[in-house]
């Protein structure tokens, strides 16, 4: 069984920072692509960034400069760094990723979401 959790969400004022975790646990031979995603209320779900494996990284053209996604291997960990919050950041923010909890198979898995407000 493959779970992701997440951590760091909260209330920031406009301009602020926080920093958001998400740990892979389960049975897992291998983690592929991580990323987070966020949904607004009455809004669809968006990609925020994505790193590859090996580190590249992907990010929307609206937080471009100001959040810095990263991945810890060792420890099955991706982390989104976001500065210079905006109101408009406001969302819950979801962890994603491509795991194969063994040779053969490879799945998507979501996060719980954690929730991130920004105060204008």
């Known amino acids: 069984q493959v779970q992701l959790v997440e951590s760091g969400g909260g209330l920031v004022q406009a301009g602020g920072s926080l920093r958001l975790s998400c740990t892979a646990s389960?049975?897992?031979?291998?983690?592929?692509?991580m990323g987070w995603y966020r949904q607004a209320p009455g809004k669809s779900r968006e990609l925020v960034a994505d790193i590859t494996r090996g580190g590249s990284t992907n990010y929307a053209d609206s937080v471009k400069g100001r959040f810095t996604i990263s991945r810890d291997n060792a420890k099955n960990t991706v982390y989104l760094q976001m500065n210079s919050l905006k109101p408009e950041d406001t969302a819950v923010y979801y962890c994603?990723?491509?795991?194969?909890?063994?040779?053969?198979?490879?799945?998507?898995?979501w996060g719980q979401g954690t929730q991130v407000t920004v105060s204008s």
């Open positions: 389960g049975s897992i031979f291998r983690i592929d692509s």
């Open positions: 994603n990723a491509d795991i194969l909890p063994s040779r053969w198979f490879q799945r998507n898995y």
